[in-house]
């Protein structure tokens, strides 16, 4: 008999290469042994194009609805793909309109795999990075100056009170950039993190620059510290976790030191840098999970990885790719585990395990993507996609 769902799932269908994938691990891994639930929207470029985009923000008004959702990787649209796809508008990307939506903050975590070695071997858990996704340099006035010239930042409230500052006097040619933050966005990101971490139960490091930047990043350590200290301090000595701030070059210090196991919360530059840098250091982005968590528990899950074009590209020449689904596969069982969760469904639970036990002992047991091969330090047989979800299958 299949396991039962309660809820539905919001299951959101991407493009190209991985589009191919999620069909077939839902066909060969998911449907034989879960009546599968879900509230489908077909984020494809394609019917983005046909509904204006309207898909995009219905999936994520679902998302705030029902609380779970699997999104598969999807084009954000650049000037070639308004060539390639016929495209009235540049459709914005979808990750970042669903984001936006649910004020949500991005946690991304390798699998780990015995027989491939982090660059960083000593990193036996998986580290896991929060990355602010509002303001800082990707919202920034900048302003090129030409010659002998005094800058000043200003800020004017609307009883004409004013807030002035002299950035520099310029005797020559040179650079300014204003940048900002709100008290709520970082409101918002401190509680994604501490929910996130009771959720999985890590302790969380936060890091910034505060000893240089004295009210700009000290605002942000503040902030992280009121949260805690008023909602989470409590929570987290019952479970046994810790909140820790740092400043962000020891940190960096002491992540390289570090065996793993914790949630690394960055701001927003930081975040973008070093979960490259991490991801990188764990051996494969095609191996890096991905979640969206809102401030008040909701949660979207995906690969961390792109649509992988170029691999799709050849399948439309008839060729067998060896596109690693991984990540695919972890962006399902996480959201079928929240839903066990969410919905007391123990036997759901235990199938997310399960599934995910069936992907790494495959691997472990020396059947993987040709991506993998070259990292595995032992006997490798590296297959097409189908042939390495065949056997994830059959093991299962
Ligand atoms: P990508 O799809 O992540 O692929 C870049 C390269 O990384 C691939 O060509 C492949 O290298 C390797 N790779 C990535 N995932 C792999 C996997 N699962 N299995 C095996 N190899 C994998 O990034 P991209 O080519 O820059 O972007 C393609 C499209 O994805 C773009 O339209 C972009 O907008 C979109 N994108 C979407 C998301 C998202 O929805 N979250 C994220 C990033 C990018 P080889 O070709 O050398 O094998
Ligand atoms: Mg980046």
Known sequence: MKIRMKTPLVEMQGDEMTRILWDA?????????????????????????????????????????????????????????????????????????????????????????KGITPYIPTWTKPITIARHAYGDVYRN??????????????????????????????????????????????????????????????????????????????????????????????????????????????????????????????????????SDMVATAYGSLAMMTSVLVSPDGKYEYEAAHGTVTRHYYRHLQGEKTSTNPVATIFAWTGALRKRGELDSLPDLTAFADKLEKATIDTIEAGTMTKDLVSLFSGKANGVDSETFLDAIAARL
């Open 141 to 274: 006035a900048e302003i090129k100056v030409e010659g002998k010239a005094q800058a000043k930042i200003s800020v004017t409230y609307p009883d004409g009170k004013t807030d002035e500052k002299v950035i520099a006097d310029f005797s020559g040619p040179g650079i300014i950039q204003g940048i900002h933050n709100t008290d709520a966005s970082i409101g918002s990101f401190a509680r994604s993190c501490f929910n996130y971490a009771l959720d999985t139960r890590q302790d969380v490091w936060f890091a910034t620059k505060d000893t240089i930047s004295k009210t700009y990043d000290h605002r942000f350590k503040d902030v992280f510290a009121e949260i805690y200290e008023a909602e989470y301090k409590e929570k987290f000595e019952k479970i046994g976790i810790r909140y820790d701030y740092t400043l962000i070059d020891d940190s960096v210090a002491r992540i390289v030191r570090s065996n793993g196991g914790f949630i690394w919360a960055l701001k927003n530059y930081d975040g973008d840098v070093m």
């Open 25 to 113: 691990i839902k066909e060969k891994l998911i449907c034989p042994h879960v009546e599968l639930k879900t509230e489908f929207y077909d984020l494809g470029l394609p019917n983005r194009e046909q509904t204006a985009d309207k898909v995009t923000t219905d999936a994520a008004e679902a998302v705030r609805r029902l609380g779970v959702g699997v999104k598969c990787a999807t084009i954000t649209p650049n000037a070639q793909r308004v060539v390639e796809y016929k495209l009235t508008k540049m459709w914005l990307s979808p990750n970042g309109t669903i984001r936006a939506a649910l004020d949500g903050t991005v946690f991304r975590a390798p699998i780990l795999v």
